[in-house]
């Protein structure tokens, strides 16, 4: 609020482009600006987003931006927006009003579009942020290509039906677009990774081959304190700033992920992603403090539940399997009411996990299975264990309009598991039968 409002622009362009992962290995990707992810976009807390897209692909798109409080306008889904078609051009405005680490991408045919790469990172910075050496942004994903490093869809039925049910999980291991790539830390120094999980359904339980490391934020910006692990598991969607270091000259160990059992078909595994390979001493001028930020928590743990939300699977006659919530595929789901306190019960009764993601607003976990979490944080995207009651809280602040949440394992809001509801402002009356209306069904 001290601060003049200083304006940010950036120029994006979808298009299709040809793009190596590695050394002789191209694929055809979608994406940003020619470059796969696109670009970062930065900015300071408080500025004004100016981004002027144009869509040079063959096929309709909208760009969401994933963790950014912003107008329902702006946030870039089909309910809220035309999307924006071949040739044409959107400018999205925007303030950032948080720090912390976001990102931006496809909301649209996504399983195809972000599979081939329609996404970037969108890093808001803040004085208060602890002093590292350097930062990096690392953004996992995968790809599923044929021998021919061709994005294919699965032909036959139980390949078409495996994929919908697990979600797209690819061989090609990525960070940055790129495979077997090296990550690079001068001995001696404290960095800041802001990892963001960009795939369609990948459990990412980050490792760096039994090397601490702190947690410092999440989805929201900086946690309380920081945190010292080993491992932690970043689900589609989510994102974990850690401070890694100070390393010795010489070293090198795996970035990597150790084998997360989601209950899918898909066998889990320990992968190896990228290498940190560690040079020269150098000096340090970090410093991370143990008090990050004050989070005050938003509701006790025994709250009164005000609106209850099921996530479950359910037969097809036509693919098999569909994805439900509340026992219905794309469903709309009742208004919330600007200041009114949300405790939501996320129940998840089917047998696998699933990455709940709230679009616009930030949540307090409250309890998962009765147990409070480890430490308090504001967070996007949470996931959901099989069978498993996640109690989250949150406020709608002034931002009428219509918003979603949905699975974020891509193939699955496909399917039917996501919501629209509305925010709506204490004068407007509450619509009739909203449940009964359904519309914005994807294809
Ligand atoms: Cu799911």
Same mark, same amino acid.
């Given at each position: 609020?001290?601060?003049?409002?200083?304006?940010?622009?950036?120029?994006?362009?979808?298009?299709?482009?040809?793009?190596?992962?590695?050394?002789?290995?191209?694929? =055809?990707?979608?994406?940003?600006? %020619?470059?796969?992810?696109?670009?970062? &976009?930065? !900015?300071?807390?408080?500025?004004?987003?100016? *981004?002027?897209?144009?869509?040079?692909?063959?096929?309709?798109?909208?760009?969401?931006?994933?963790?950014?409080?912003?107008?329902?306008?702006?946030?870039?889904?089909?309910?809220?927006?035309?999307?924006?078609?071949?040739?044409?051009?959107?400018?999205?405005?925007?303030?950032?009003?948080?720090?912390?680490?976001?990102?931006?991408?496809?909301?649209?045919?996504?399983?195809?579009?972000?599979?081939?790469?329609?996404?970037?990172?969108?890093?808001?910075?803040?004085?208060?942020?602890?002093?590292?050496?350097?930062?990096?942004?690392?953004?996992?994903?995968?790809?599923?290509?044929?021998?021919?490093?061709?994005?294919?869809?699965?032909?036959?039925?139980?390949?078409?039906?495996?994929?919908r049910?697990?979600g797209?999980?690819?061989? =090609?291991?990525?960070?940055?677009? %790129?495979?077997?790539?090296?990550?690079? &830390?001068? !001995?001696?120094?404290?960095?800041?990774?802001? *990892?963001?999980?960009?795939?369609?359904?990948?459990?990412?339980?980050?490792?760096?081959?039994?090397?601490?490391?702190?947690?410092?934020?999440?989805?929201?910006?900086?946690?309380?304190?920081?945190?010292?692990?080993?491992?932690?598991?970043?689900?589609?969607?989510?994102?974990?700033?850690?401070?890694?270091?100070?390393?010795?000259?010489?070293?090198?160990?795996?970035?990597?992920?150790?084998?997360?059992?989601?209950?899918?078909?898909?066998?889990?595994?320990?992968?190896?992603?990228?290498?940190?390979?560690?040079?020269?001493?150098?000096?340090?001028?970090?410093?991370?403090?143990?008090?990050?930020?004050?989070?005050?928590?938003?509701?006790?743990?025994?709250?009164?539940?005000?609106?209850?939300i099921k996530f479950s699977l359910g037969?097809?006659?036509?693919?098999?399997v569909n994805f439900l919530i509340n026992n219905d595929t794309h469903i709309?789901?009742?208004?919330?009411?600007?200041?009114?306190?949300?405790?939501?019960?996320v129940?998840n009764?089917s047998?696998m996990?699933h990455p709940f993601h709230?679009?616009?607003?930030?949540?307090?976990?409250?309890?998962?299975?009765?147990?409070?979490?480890?430490?308090?944080?504001?967070?996007?995207?949470?996931?959901l264990?099989?069978?498993?009651?996640?109690?989250?809280?949150?406020?709608?602040?002034?931002?009428?309009?219509?918003?979603m949440y949905h699975c974020h394992i891509l193939e699955h809001h496909e399917a039917g598991m996501m919501a629209?509801?509305?925010?709506?402002?204490?004068?407007?009356?509450?619509?009739?039968?909203?449940?009964?209306?359904?519309?914005?069904?994807h294809?």
């Amino acid at each position: 609020m001290e601060n003049k409002e200083k304006i940010v622009e950036y120029l994006l362009e979808a298009g299709e482009f040809e793009w190596e992962i590695a050394p002789g290995k191209v694929v =055809t990707a979608w994406g940003f600006n %020619k470059q796969l992810p696109g670009p970062i &976009i930065k !900015a300071d807390r408080g500025d004004k987003l100016i *981004i002027k897209f144009k869509n040079n692909l063959k096929e309709p798109t909208v760009i969401h931006w994933h963790g950014i409080r912003l107008p329902a306008s702006m946030d870039g889904t089909d309910a809220v927006q035309k999307p924006v078609a071949p040739g044409e051009e959107f400018e999205y405005r925007f303030i950032v009003p948080d720090a912390g680490t976001f990102w931006y991408h496809s909301h649209a045919n996504e399983t195809a579009q972000m599979e081939r790469g329609m996404y970037g990172a969108l890093i808001v910075n803040d004085k208060n942020d602890p002093i590292t050496d350097d930062e990096k942004v690392l953004m996992i994903d995968d790809m599923k290509l044929t021998s021919d490093n061709e994005f294919k869809k699965p032909g036959w039925f139980f390949a078409r039906w495996l994929e919908r049910h697990d979600g797209r999980e690819g061989e =090609t291991l990525l960070i940055n677009g %790129k495979e077997n790539s090296e990550i690079n &830390i001068n !001995a001696g120094q404290i960095e800041r990774w802001r *990892i963001i999980n960009s795939s369609s359904a990948r459990y990412f339980l980050l490792h760096l081959d039994g090397k601490e490391f702190q947690i410092i934020s999440t989805d929201g910006g900086l946690i309380e304190s920081p945190r010292t692990v080993t491992e932690v598991l970043i689900t589609p969607a989510e994102r974990y700033d850690i401070a890694v270091g100070p390393f010795n000259e010489g070293e090198e160990f795996s970035f990597e992920s150790l084998p997360y059992n989601r209950m899918a078909s898909i066998k889990p595994k320990r992968q190896t992603f990228a290498t940190v390979k560690v040079g020269k001493q150098k000096t340090s001028i970090a410093s991370i403090p143990s008090k990050l930020s004050e989070i005050k928590p938003l509701a006790l743990q025994n709250a009164e539940v005000t609106r209850k939300i099921k996530f479950s699977l359910g037969p097809s006659l036509k693919d098999g399997v569909n994805f439900l919530i509340n026992n219905d595929t794309h469903i709309n789901d009742k208004p919330a009411r600007v200041g009114e306190l949300q405790i939501w019960e996320v129940s998840n009764t089917s047998l696998m996990d699933h990455p709940f993601h709230l679009h616009g607003f930030f949540f307090q976990v409250i309890d998962i299975n009765g147990q409070p979490p480890e430490y308090l944080a504001w967070k996007d995207t949470i996931n959901l264990p099989p069978r498993s009651k996640v109690k989250i809280a949150w406020i709608p602040d002034n931002r009428p309009g219509t918003w979603m949440y949905h699975c974020h394992i891509l193939e699955h809001h496909e399917a039917g598991m996501m919501a629209h509801f509305d925010v709506i402002n204490n004068d407007q009356p509450e619509p009739e039968n909203i449940s009964h209306h359904k519309h914005h069904h994807h294809h």
